[in-house]
């Protein structure tokens, strides 16, 4: 049995934001054509357009960016998903255990000599954007007599940074110009060789804030903007100080590791058939609880919109 409460809460809603958005006013990205990109156990580009809705051909979800104050404007944004990031880390970790630490993956993979070329597209469950590819599968390929546990942790780190060029590939082709710097938080940020491997495939600096929680600094800005609290200005903000990656390859060098990606998620692609997945008909019928949760899920977004009118009428 399932008991609510309804309390008169005397505070107004001042914004709401979501973490993505929160993250890309937090990085001060409100200028068109400015990006960051989250790293956690996935990841995820914001694209600021500016007040343009963008609709893109090139496997890109656009959103909602922010609107800092009721007569502010909306801006708008491009949004790119990776669905495998950190989990890579982590699924060397457990299940080939040739990791004992996530953390020690710079290491291992700055140690390793320049033998064979391997690439590692971590495809569990298939590719996000831009190829929203369901029926791909994680590959490693390139292996030789010489690949030794290092290449694979070092391949695991360049599909991050490939599949972030990816989408800004994408971004680019959408928008009609190229991105100058990206920025970038979350926890795999900490990892300065994926860091500068990141700089190098993508061809520009990526710029990694000293103060990490840039979601949370975001949701104050906005929060700090808002109509009767006024604490914040935005024209006089200013940006925190940054750690900055700088491209130490060659273009050439670039663009042959990147055709080398290119062809490791050609051959991850139709490995899955279509009907690979399908539940059985007894697997269709919703269990009791899952009815439950829905149901309490309804009530309690009942519940939120009456004190929210509450709080309203007090306003």
């Known amino acids: ?6 309390v008169q809460v005397y505070y107004k809603l001042r914004q709401c934001l979501g973490d993505q958005q929160a993250a890309l006013v937090g990085q001060m990205c409100f200028q068109q054509g400015q990006a960051k990109s989250t790293y956690g156990t996935g990841c995820f580009l914001l694209y600021n357009t500016s007040t343009a809705i963008v609709q ?4 890109l979800l656009t959103t909602v960016a922010y609107q800092l104050g009721r ?3 909306v801006f708008y944004a491009l949004e790119g998903s990776v669905a495998v990031a950190g989990v890579a880390m982590q699924w060397l970790r457990d299940n080939l255990e040739i990791l004992e630490c996530a953390g020690d993956s710079a290491d291992i993979a700055e140690k390793v000599d320049g033998v064979g070329e391997v690439s590692f597209v971590p495809a569990f469950s298939g590719l996000y954007a831009p190829y ?3 029926d791909a599968r994680s590959v490693i390929v390139g292996l030789t007599d010489e690949t030794k546990p290092g290449h694979i942790v070092k391949a695991a780190l360049e599909a991050v940074a490939f599949q972030t060029r990816d989408i800004l590939e994408a971004m680019g082709l959408d928008c009609g110009y190229p ?4 920025l970038v938080d979350g926890g795999m940020t900490a990892n300065n060789y994926l860091m500068q491997i990141q700089a190098d495939y993508c061809g520009i600096p990526v710029v990694r804030p000293l103060m990490t929680e840039t979601t949370a600094l975001g949701s104050a800005i906005a929060a700090g903007y808002a109509e009767g609290v006024g604490v914040w200005n935005l024209k006089n903000i200013q940006t925190v100080p940054s750690d900055v990656f700088l491209p130490s390859i060659t273009e050439n060098q670039r663009d042959v590791k ?4 290119k062809m490791a998620i050609a051959r991850s692609l139709d ?3 279509d009907k690979e997945g399908e539940v059985e008909e007894d697997e269709k ?5 899952r009815g439950v949760s829905a149901g309490l899920f309804v009530l309690t977004t009942f519940c939120v919109l009456i004190v929210a009118q509450m709080v309203a009428g007090r306003g």
């Open 179 to 182: 991105l100058s710097k990206l």
């Open 71 to 73: 007569d502010s404007p």
């Open 285 to 289: 019928k919703v269990p009791v609880l």
């Open 132 to 134: 929203w590819r369901k």
């Open 1 to 6: 049995m399932f008991v609510f409460f309804c």
């Open 271 to 273: 490995w899955a058939d």
């Open 56 to 59: 893109s051909n090139h496997g």
């Open 258 to 261: 990147y055709a080398r990606w």
